[in-house]
Structure formats: C-alpha cells, structure tokens
C-alpha cells in the first residue's frame, strides 16, 4: 500500500505533518490550547496542502520548469505570492466559520487578520516552493548527466564499431591481393593461402565480439597473417618476434596488432626491392605495456598517407578505450628502421 505512495506525497505529508508538530509545540510552550485551536490548526493544515497542490498543478500547466532560470524565480515569486494571499483569505473564512476567535487577535480588524494569515503563509509557501524548484533543478541536472554519459557511451560503442568494421574488410582486400598474386603462379601455395586466409577470417570474427584479447590470441591471427604475406614475399620477409612470456595475458584491442603489422609490410617491406625484416616486440617497462612494431624502410614510406586507416583506426581506438591513458607513436630509428609504437596501461582498459 505505502510502495504506491509517490515521493511526492510523501514530502506533502510529512512537511505538513511537521508543521502541525511545531505549531502544537511553540502553542504548549506559551499556554494551554483549546479545542478550536486544534480544529483551525487542523484545517488550516489541510488548506495548505491542498492549495500547495493546486499551485503544483499550476507549474506543470504554465510549464514553468521548461522556461528559463530567470522567468522561473518570477514564476515561483509571482505564484507564492498569489497563493499566499488565498491562504490568508480561506483560512481567515474558515476560521470565522468554526467561531475561533484567539485573544491574541481580538484586537485586529479582519482584513488585518487575512493579511497576517497571508503574510505568515507566503514564508511557508516560500519554503515550499523554494524545495520544489531545487529538487526539480536538481533532477533535471541528474537526468541530463545521466543522459549525457549514455550518449558519450553510445557514440563511443558505434565509434568502435565503426573501426571495426572498417578493418575486416581493409585487411581482406590486402589478404585477397596476395592471393590473386598466386593464383597462377602457384595454384598449389594459393589453395594453402586461402586455408590462412579461412583461419584468420574465422579468428578475427570471433575477437570482434571482445573490447580486447589477450595478446597471445592476436599473435595466433599475426603468425596466419605472417605465413600468408611469406607465400607472396618468400625469402624476401623475415620475421622475428620477441615476446616476454608473461606479456601473452595482457589485453589488446582485437586486430590492432595485425594492422600494424600489415602496415609495416604495405609500406615498408613491399616498398624495397630487397625486401626486408619485421620485428615484434612484446614487454613491460615501468608499470606500463610497450608492444612495438619495426620494419625495414623509411618513415617516408607513410607520406602517402599521413592519415592512412592503419594509423589513424589506431590512435582512435586507443583513444576511445583508454580515455588517454595510452598512446601511440611512430618513428624513424637510427638503424633505418620504423618503429611503431603502442604504450598502454597494464591489465584491464582504465
């Protein structure tokens, strides 16, 4: 029965009831009430809730709470100040009604009597009002920010499906290319690539279900990746992998590894004549996650595309994930090597 009771009411009751309490109390201090006093108090009591839920009723059909912040304090002034003089006139009515006449104003003409009667309401009114508009503001402001993180959650959810579903179908174009570049060459190696390229569609749809993989299950997607590119390169990729054991547990978003990788070699080892070298490397350093990338050639191999999928769907990602707390670079080192480089926070996305 209570659970059906709005919050609303609630607040009415209470307040009211609280109001009643204190009069009754500041009366036992001063003097002895009579039966007319509790039967004024009584009905005054019942006029102000009633009166307050009228003046309610008025704010949701001026559609006060949707104006601005200065037309509502006029609204709530303006509505106070009206009520308060209908409480004054109703209550001053009823009580000459019940005959309750206190010495106390014996010596005021009536409409003396209905201005104190309004002058006293308009505080109680004031407080009411004053908790009504704070409560709403404060809900509204609530309900906004809670509105405001579930659209940054939900463009952020479309942002990363949005990548994702951007890099499956670059990665199968490139995959498909080196196919196409066997096909008559080698039927034989070309039907072994399509079986790498089977087993890396297959893992990469399952590792879109996830935020992130663990990274030894992004090297088993890179190592089918490597094995395809090697048909089509032969002797002209080498690759090497240096993995710290206990980096294979860490969390990556899922193919963010491959697309470095199927960078290095669409801009580095495809680009020279003799090929070239892809080196993996995987370890902590200072409490944070380092994965790098390097690849023979020159930085000037990306001028082409400064703002190139790979490295852009990258720093998104990361962006997106890990709220700033982990970055992405790329260089030229000293040894005619590009590095590509992913720091991040260790374990679970921050």
Not at 11 to 28: C, E, L, P, R
Not at 74 to 97: H, N, Q
Not at 133 to 138: D, G, L, P, R, T
Not at 292 to 319: C, H, M, W
């Amino acid at each position: 029965m209570f659970k059906r009771i709005s919050m609303y009411w609630w607040f009415q009751i209470i307040g009211w009831s609280m109001n009643i309490a204190m009069s009754i109390f500041f009366v036992y201090t001063f003097g002895k009430p009579d039966n007319q006093y509790f039967l004024s108090l009584s009905l005054t009591c019942l006029v102000g809730l009633l009166l307050t839920h009228v003046m309610r009723y008025c704010i949701f059909v001026l559609k006060v709470l949707e104006k601005t912040i200065k037309t509502q304090i006029a609204f709530f002034i303006g509505l106070t100040i009206v009520f308060a003089i209908l409480f004054g006139f109703i209550s001053e009515g009823m009580d000459y009604l019940i005959n309750y006449n206190p010495e106390r104003l014996q010596r005021f003409s009536r409409l003396e009597k209905i201005f104190l009667g309004s002058f006293n309401a308009f505080w109680i009114l004031l407080i009411w009002n004053l908790i009504y508009f704070i409560y709403h503001y404060v809900e509204s402001n609530r309900r906004q920010q809670l509105d405001t993180l579930r659209l940054q959650a939900t463009v952020k959810d479309l942002e990363l499906k949005t990548i994702k579903s951007h890099i499956n179908p670059h990665f199968i174009f490139n995959a498909l290319n080196s196919i196409r570049a066997l096909v008559d060459e080698n039927p034989q190696r070309a039907r072994a690539a399509i079986t790498e390229l089977s087993n890396i569609l297959r893992s990469s749809m399952q590792a879109e279900k996830l935020e992130t993989v663990p990274l030894r299950q992004e090297l088993d997607i890179v190592r089918d990746y490597l094995a395809l590119e090697h048909m089509r390169f032969e002797e002209r990729l080498k690759i090497e992998m240096d993995i710290d054991p206990d980096t294979l547990q860490q969390p990556i978003p899922p193919m963010m590894l491959q697309t470095l990788v199927e960078n290095a070699i669409k801009h580095g080892i495809s680009k020279q004549i003799n090929g070239g070298l892809i080196r993996i490397i995987s370890g902590f350093n200072q409490q944070q996650y380092e994965l790098k990338v390097l690849n023979s050639g020159k930085l000037n191999g990306y001028a082409g595309e400064p703002n190139g999928f790979g490295i852009k769907s990258t720093q998104d990602r990361l962006n997106l994930l890990y709220q700033g707390k982990a970055r992405f670079s790329i260089r030229e080192t000293p040894d005619h090597m590009v590095e590509s480089l992913i720091i991040m926070p260790i374990g679970n996305i921050m």
